[in-house]
């Protein structure tokens, strides 16, 4: 985006997109930590970074957000050849983003010959929230992950406080109470943050709330699984709750990342 003030909402839907593609067991996605490093135009080459990623095409596009109006412009390219596989500009008000977003990752996957299954399709069709305010503090919260992989009580406190902020303005946000949970347990596990016994009860609850809202979802066994690992060092039973939640987002880097750790541990 070439606004600042909305580039956490292109991040947002960059994060977003990937997300949905990433429950496409057919295709093999690349998380949006190792693609950030190819954001300026100007050194771009698709070729090479379809080489230095072992991808055959490249997905890329721009947000441009004005009040509660939202472009987004998207284009497929065949890596190897340089040709447009698809390509598309979607107009629309904020309330019909998760919308757009899931048009875009099925009309993706159609350009690249994809099957979906009735599960894959119901996960990329879910909306995790009515409210544009709660999803924006999520988006806030979510960037600052990828903006910094070291564990600082600084920025985990803020991203507490900001997804708390999401689910005061909707309680039944599911997602914003998963990552509450993983950002809790992260500040309970490491002993120079906060391994109390009142931050272990926060991963708890916002676990169970998670499980209350939304059972079925695959990021709902990540919390499980988070809450497991994090707080019971029960390593066998994280691991079997990340591995469900693998079924569901096949290519979701921060399941996979779970994963390594349970995996390390056994």
């Known amino acids: 985006s070439p606004d600042p003030e909305n580039a956490f909402f292109a991040d947002g839907v960059h994060q977003d997109v990937i997300t949905s593609l990433a429950k496409i067991r057919d295709l ?4 949006r930590t190792s693609v950030l490093a190819y954001r300026d135009p100007g050194t771009r080459n698709l070729r090479a970074i379809a080489a230095e990623l072992g991808v055959a095409a490249v997905l890329e596009g721009s947000v441009r957000r004005a009040g509660n109006q939202v472009r987004v412009t998207a284009q497929l390219i065949d890596a190897r050849t340089d040709e447009h596989l698809w390509a598309e500009t979607y107009d629309g008000e904020l309330t019909d983003a998760f919308a757009l977003q899931a048009t875009l990752a099925k009309q993706i996957a159609e350009a690249l010959k994809a099957k979906l299954t009735p599960g894959e399709q119901s996960l990329i069709d879910r909306k995790p929230t009515q ?5 924006d503090l999520y988006l806030r919260a979510r960037a600052m ?8 009580r600084d920025i985990l406190d803020a991203q507490v406080n900001l997804f708390e902020q999401a689910i005061a303005k909707d309680p039944g946000f599911a997602l914003a109470h998963v990552q509450l949970g993983l950002t809790n347990g992260t500040l309970y596990w490491f002993g120079f943050l906060d391994p109390t016994p009142a ?7 916002a676990m169970e709330a998670a499980s209350r809202l939304a059972p079925d979802l695959p990021e709902t066994r990540l919390a499980r699984g988070g809450f497991l690992y ?21 290519n979701d880097a921060q399941v996979a990342f779970y994963i390594g750790l349970a995996q390390r541990r056994l």
Do not use: T
Request: glycine share 4%.
């Open 145 to 152: 992950s990828v903006a910094s992989s070291e564990n600082r």
């Open 28 to 31: 093999k996605v690349i998380s």
């Open 230 to 250: 994090l707080s019971e060092n029960d390593w066998a039973g994280a691991l079997a709750e990340f591995k469900a939640a693998e079924l569901g987002m096949p």
């Open 131 to 135: 409210n544009q305010a709660a999803y």
């Open 199 to 205: 931050r272990r009860e926060r991963v708890r609850q």
